[in-house]
């Protein structure tokens, strides 16, 4: 059989079961249903700055969620807000901003073989600057770009400056092997000759449709840099 002592514990817990209703249903409900609203303002189109004065004046939270380009909006402005402007809401409600991010990136080109006027024109272009200019010997001929600062399609923004790397030409002691292709074995040696290189070794193959001792294939190929006073091999037309 319950205990005075039961009742009373029972007893205390149904007056605070109903002091807790009591407090909800009188005082928490209709703060928070008969709260001040007021009318969110429109900030599309103002700077961020002056967008979250605006907002924060008028008894709103403005958080700034996030950035991104837009062509009809400068760098800094506003271009969404969440919830819209007019929506009548209660004070203190976050007011969601998205802000312009200014210029586009621009993705990389790639410049690799191209002279440095025709390099600097395409950067030009696409509202990027050549930056530093470093110059080193490679097997690429002399003024065309060899290496540049950033991978082609890597995104940049507009204004960045490109540095760039600019062939010298090849080391000295070295030279180009030139085009001996269809040429005369005659005219293949003189052009040979006249480029610092001897004729290496000769072979033969049957062709009824080209003049015997024309070159048909060589090695190594052309624009190959190769040693002054390296050979060249040829592979030349006969008859029967």
């Given amino acids: 059989m319950p205990t005075k002592k039961f009742w009373y514990k029972l007893l205390i817990l149904v007056v605070i079961s109903f002091a807790a209703l009591f407090f909800i249903d009188n005082v928490l409900l209709p703060y928070y249903v008969s709260g001040a609203e007021s009318k969110i303002p429109n900030v599309i189109g103002k700077n961020k700055d002056e967008a979250i004065k605006i907002l924060r004046d008028a008894n709103f939270n403005p958080i700034v969620q996030t950035s991104r380009f837009d062509q009809k909006y400068q760098k800094n402005q506003v271009i969404f807000q969440k919830p819209e402007a007019g929506v009548l809401v209660k004070e203190n409600r976050r007011i969601y901003l998205t802000i312009s991010g200014g210029d586009p990136m621009i993705k990389m080109p790639s410049l690799i073989s191209k002279t440095l006027r025709d390099a600097t024109l395409s950067l030009e272009r696409l509202g990027l600057v050549v930056g530093k200019i470093d110059s080193v010997e490679s097997e690429f001929p002399a003024n065309i770009i060899v290496q540049q600062q950033y991978m082609e399609g890597r995104e940049i923004a507009k204004g960045s400056t490109i540095n760039l790397m600019i062939s010298i030409g090849p080391k000295i002691g070295m030279v180009r092997v030139p085009n001996l292709l269809l040429k005369s074995l005659s005219e293949a040696e003189n052009i040979l000759k006249s480029n610092s290189l001897r004729l290496g070794n000769k072979i033969y193959?049957?062709?009824?449709?080209?003049?015997?001792?024309?070159?048909?294939?060589?090695?190594?190929?052309?624009?190959?840099?190769?040693?002054?006073?390296?050979?060249?091999?040829?592979?030349l037309y006969r008859s029967k």
């Fill in 205 to 235: 193959i049957y062709s009824s449709s080209f003049l015997p001792n024309t070159v048909a294939d060589q090695e190594p190929s052309e624009d190959t840099l190769v040693k002054i006073g390296d050979s060249v091999n040829v592979v």
